[in-house]
């Protein structure tokens, strides 16, 4: 069959497993013998409240989440998040000010939002380009900051903190849209943590706050209703109609992982993957060029070019449609950097990571 023929190596919206795909296929529309699709159910009834109840108690499971965090469902994207973290938590002291570390686009657009609420101090030099983690050793971390925001994994770039950033006892937050749940992480650490569905635990649709509770109630005025967390956690996620069908999507999703090992083999597999990648690439003689250093390497995107580090069009678009030929699609690079950009989430399998880095070693050696 045509799912088995593919393989999606999207950045996101992305692949998701294919027994989740069946068995919302399934229920789609005679949800559990209902009669009647998620789609069409009252976010209030009992059979809603429980796709919601679980879901959370999956997170929480998964994640080990301490009970002293509010879980979060909510709508507005990540973008969404990059305004209502600055409207909700920008005035936890009177600075008004927060601190942001910025690897990549995401990160970037995320500091240029909160420059509407706030002082925004970029702690680093301005990188050049976004091919590392600039040297925490130089971080000049204001004091007075409400909080420090960091993108774990920059999604364009391919550059992910490998550990969580030492921030002196600060507020941290952080933009996990697109690692999210691809390896354990100890919530404790954090004040906020948030995860657009659409690349490793759904659909587009929803955005998972988690969220430490004495943090609630600071929003400012003029934050909208719908993003103010003290509300949005007051109302259970329920203030407003939620993406109900996105939510259900991500319990299955949740459920897939927490029967495939939970995120301690969601991270066992992600080096397994990324490595065979890298492996191709460094040793393909300068034919495939990562431009991220090693140590800031992603384990969920990796962008190389071909030819050199610039790229030859020439030769990427040959890669691009000889990939899609044989079926693996999704593989262009984001379109502010080009190039070739391989994302390597749960869904994406050993075996679907081997097809491509066997359809690499071919092209590497018709090509040298
Ligand atoms: N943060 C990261 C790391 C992303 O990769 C993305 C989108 O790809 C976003 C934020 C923005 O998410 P959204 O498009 O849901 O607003």
Known sequence: DIISQVINFGAGPAKLPPSVLLDAQKELVNYKGLGISVLEMSHRSSDFTKILNTTEKLLRELLDIPENYKVLFLQGGGSGQFSAIPLNLISLKE?????????????????????????????????????????????????????????ANET?????????????????VSDMSSNFLSRPIDVSKFGLIFAGAQKNVGCAGVTVVIVREDLLGFALKECPTVLDYKIQAGNGSLYNTPPCF?????????????????????????????????????????????PVEKKSRSRMNIPFRIGDIKGDSKLEKEFLDKAAALGMLSLKGHRSVGGIRASLYNAVTVDDVEKLAEFMRHFKDTHQ
């Open 95 to 151: 600075s008004k000010c927060a601190d942001y570390i910025v690897t990549g686009a995401w990160s970037a657009k995320a500091a240029k939002e909160a420059e509407k609420y706030g002082k925004v101090n970029i702690v680093h030099p301005k990188l050049a380009s976004y091919t590392e983690i600039p040297d925490p050793n130089t971080w000049n971390l204001n004091p007075e900051a409400s909080y420090v925001y960091y993108c």
């Open 156 to 172: 364009v770039h391919g550059v992910e903190f490998q550990n969580i950033p030492d921030v002196k006892g600060a507020i941290l």
């Open 246 to 290: 996105s939510i259900y999507i991500m319990e299955l999703v949740l459920e897939w992982i927490k029967n495939n090992g939970g995120a301690a083999c969601m991270e066992k597999l992600s080096i397994l993957k990324s490595e065979m990648i890298y492996n191709v690439i460094d040793e393909s003689n300068g034919l495939f060029v990562c």
